[in-house]
């Protein structure tokens, strides 16, 4: 009974995982025991120093690679004991991915884009023709359908990327440093929209970021160092005044 309840309020349990790669004769160890719980419709925000293992995580979570040590359960379900199959449909069905460098298909239009995550999990042309063309008509893109990336500037290419994420209805969005190759004023953009997006849907958030911008937008904040969790804030307890961050000097929001 306890565990089921455990799991209807965390969506994500990350139990002591460890992720070492080896290179050659060395070992890096890219997470050192993390444990973290994600509570389901939370925007949770991921913030630490270059290296300090975000990627990896963001890997873990989204079943794109699997722990040296230790365990990821999505919905209660340990995601080491799936089978390629079980792990397949969650990756398609369950959760949306979002890049820095918004990974569209080039030769592929914008409709066609969204439309692939829903094509793989066996939809119709008309259906999802036309739920594409939703997806992309709330991210505010209804008259780009037809245009290739190179054709949209890089804040609409994202977008299209938050659409085509959201293709499935997923229950979880992992986004890996989406603001990271935006200006500031696109990247607020981006922003507002996962923010609209959380509340229309009720999906959880989980991004990575190096953005300040992202930490209003956050419930809680986790900081990650040299592959721990150093310390997990709630936003309201995160000092954010215009042009300071708390305990970081000159840095502007
Ligand atoms: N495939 C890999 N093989 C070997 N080492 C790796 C691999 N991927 C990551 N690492 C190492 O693991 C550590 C964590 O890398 P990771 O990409 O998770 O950091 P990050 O926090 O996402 O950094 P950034 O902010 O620069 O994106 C780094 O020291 C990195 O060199
Ligand atoms: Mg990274």
């Excluded at 209660?76 to 792990?87: A, I, K, N």
């Amino acid at each position: 009974m306890a565990e089921a309840a455990r799991s209807e309020k965390h969506i994500i349990e990350i139990r002591e995982v460890w992720k070492t790669y080896r290179m050659g004769d060395e070992e890096v160890h890219a997470l050192r025991g993390v444990t973290l719980d994600v509570i389901r419709g939370e925007y949770l925000s991921i913030m630490g120093p270059s290296g300090s293992g975000k990627t990896t995580l963001f890997n873990m979570i989204g079943a794109l690679d699997s722990p040296s040590k230790g365990h990821v359960l999505v919905n209660g379900h340990d995601m080491g004991s799936l089978s390629q199959e079980q792990v397949a449909y969650l990756r398609c069905h369950s959760v949306g991915y979002i890049f820095q460098s918004f990974n569209l298909i080039p030769v592929m239009t914008a409709l066609e884009n969204v439309s692939l995550p829903m094509v793989f999990a066996g939809m119709g042309r008309k259906e999802y023709e036309d739920k594409a063309a939703a997806k992309l008509e709330m991210v505010g893109l209804q008259d780009r359908l037809h245009h290739k990336p190179y054709e949209l500037s890089g804040g609409q290419q994202q977008r299209v990327a938050i659409a085509r994420a959201m293709a499935n209805d997923p229950a979880l969005i992992l986004a890996d440093e989406p603001t990271g190759n935006l200006d500031l004023k696109t990247g607020q953009d981006i922003i507002e929209i996962c923010m609209r997006l959380r509340e229309e849907s009720g999906v959880t958030i989980v991004s990575n970021t190096h953005d300040h911008k992202m930490l209003g937008a956050s419930d809680r904040v986790v900081d990650l160092r040299d592959g721990q969790v150093e310390r997990i804030r709630r936003s309201d307890e995160i000092d954010i005044q215009e042009g300071h961050i708390e305990g970081i000097e000159g840095v502007e929001v």
